[in-house]
């Protein structure tokens, strides 16, 4: 039988039993709307009051600072263009976040950039991390806004968040953080992490797509980017999505419970397979070693184009992905890898494999079988591999 191995968790994941079996029921009899008065209504409504409480529960925020929405970048546009249009009236036009955010973030700055708003990209150090003194520097008076992801989804860097969002607060400035990738895989305490909004997303913890929430420290009013109904304190219209509510929810407790024992495991398995890819000659880990996500491994291989290697690994069964240009469906390669400084060639050759909790060893070993046939074969067909060799010589 042909081995399948899913090592993609940083694009999505797979729901899991129990939150399927804590979705169905909402799927099915309980098709009641949250806003109904009668008994059918209520019960959607109980169920959706207890999610919220979950949530909230999970990140040390109260319930009544979560709002629901259809998923991260929902989030990310509602937090950061609702804070610049609030803050823009009292003359605040200037918003900081980093050259190597989600497109959910960077393509909402350019929406306000164009709308006259200034952006101030910082960049980060070749290991992938921001610098908290560049944060401190680039907060000006009229600045309205910090952005910055908690953990960056294609090298799995972890940021200081709760450093950069004490140095927003001594400015009194707001912070939020997209921390789709972080929630579920490290602790959060948005109230300890000084964090004034925070981004979240279902299916990349193992709950359903088409759902997230936005965390809104009390006090902070933003204006709707939905309008219609009064659903979520009449902050967000559109009749509830109670069952990807439910989803989303059971999948958070179950990954915020375990977060310790999950993250030693996972973390073992990829570093058997950082480990064991670097044996390969000319190749490079992309991120700093020790900060970064359990499961993330994203390495750079020299003379490689990583769409032909995503090819010959998914026919051998293995999901991965690339920061190579066709993939992202733009010429240019990943954002991210040309921002921590790698040549575009050796970007084009990059190959991300990120493990979530239900991959095992075998997996692992399995990959390390593989990966170093493909990439030999695919030096031995590639010009540019041959050019690095003459080089050499
Ligand atoms: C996946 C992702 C998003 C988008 O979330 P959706 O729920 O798919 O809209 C935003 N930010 C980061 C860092 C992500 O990884």
């Known amino acids: 039988m042909k081995k399948f191995v899913y090592a993609d968790n940083a694009?999505?994941?797979?729901?899991?039993?129990?939150?399927?079996?804590a979705m169905l029921p909402w799927l099915t009899e309980g098709y009641g709307n949250a806003s109904s008065i009668y008994s059918k209504g209520?019960?959607?409504?109980?169920?959706?009051?207890s999610a919220r409480e979950t949530v909230a529960g999970c990140l040390g925020a109260k319930p009544e600072e979560i709002f629901f929405t259809s998923g991260g970048s929902e989030a990310d546009n509602w937090a950061i263009k609702g804070v610049a249009h609030t803050m823009a009236k009292k003359g605040k036009k200037h918003l900081i976040t980093?050259?190597?955010?989600?497109?959910?973030?960077?393509?909402?700055?350019?929406?306000?950039?164009?709308?006259?708003?200034?952006?101030?990209?910082?960049?980060?150090?070749?290991?992938?991390?921001v610098r908290v003194e560049d944060v401190a520097a680039a907060i000006r008076e009229d600045t309205a806004l910090v952005t910055i992801m908690y953990a960056n989804n294609e090298?799995?860097?972890?940021?200081?968040?709760?450093?950069?969002?004490?140095?927003?607060?001594?400015?009194?400035?707001?912070?939020?953080?997209?921390?789709?990738?972080?929630?579920?895989?490290?602790?959060?305490?948005?109230?300890?992490?000084?964090i004034d909004l925070l981004s979240l997303s279902g299916h990349k913890l193992h709950g359903p797509k088409g759902v997230g929430a936005l965390y809104i420290r009390r006090g902070i009013v933003i204006p709707n980017l939905i309008d219609g109904g009064a659903q979520e304190k009449s902050k967000r219209a559109g009749t509830e999505n109670v069952a990807g509510i439910v989803g989303l929810a059971t999948a958070m407790e179950i990954?915020?419970?375990?977060?310790?024992?999950?993250?030693?495991?996972?973390?073992?398995?990829?570093?058997?397979?950082?480990?064991?890819l670097l044996q390969i000659p000319r190749c490079r880990l992309n991120g700093d070693r020790e900060r970064r996500l359990p499961g993330n491994v994203n390495i750079s291989f020299e003379g490689v184009e990583?769409?032909?290697?995503?090819?010959?690994?998914?026919?051998?069964?293995?999901?991965?992905?690339?920061?190579?240009?066709?993939?992202?469906?733009?010429?240019?390669?990943?954002h991210v890898l040309i921002a921590i400084g790698l040549p575009h060639e050796v970007a084009h050759?990059?190959?991300?494999?990120?493990?979530?909790?239900?991959?095992?060893t075998e997996d692992v070993d399995y990959i390390?079988?593989?990966?170093?046939g493909v990439i030999e074969k695919l030096r031995a067909m590639s010009p540019l591999w041959e050019r690095i060799i003459a080089q050499e010589k």
């Open 11 to 21: 694009a999505t994941t797979k729901i899991t039993q129990p939150v399927l079996d």
């Open 42 to 49: 209520r019960e959607a409504l109980k169920a959706l009051n």
């Open 306 to 334: 990583g769409e032909s290697l995503l090819l010959w690994l998914d026919q051998n069964g293995i999901c991965a992905s690339s920061g190579s240009a066709c993939t992202s469906g733009s010429l240019d390669p990943s």
């Open 98 to 129: 980093s050259v190597f955010e989600h497109h959910a973030v960077l393509h909402t700055m350019d929406a306000l950039r164009k709308e006259g708003f200034e952006i101030t990209e910082l960049p980060v150090t070749p290991q992938g991390l």
């Open 155 to 194: 090298i799995g860097t972890i940021q200081p968040i709760a450093e950069i969002g004490k140095v927003c607060h001594e400015k009194g400035v707001l912070f939020h953080t997209d921390a789709v990738q972080a929630v579920g895989n490290v602790p959060i305490d948005v109230k300890e992490q000084n």
């Open 255 to 276: 990954a915020c419970n375990g977060i310790e024992e999950r993250a030693s495991k996972v973390k073992q398995m990829r570093d058997r397979l950082i480990d064991g």
């Open 368 to 372: 390390l079988e593989v990966v170093p």
């Open 349 to 360: 050759g990059s190959l991300r494999l990120t493990l979530g909790e239900f991959n095992t």
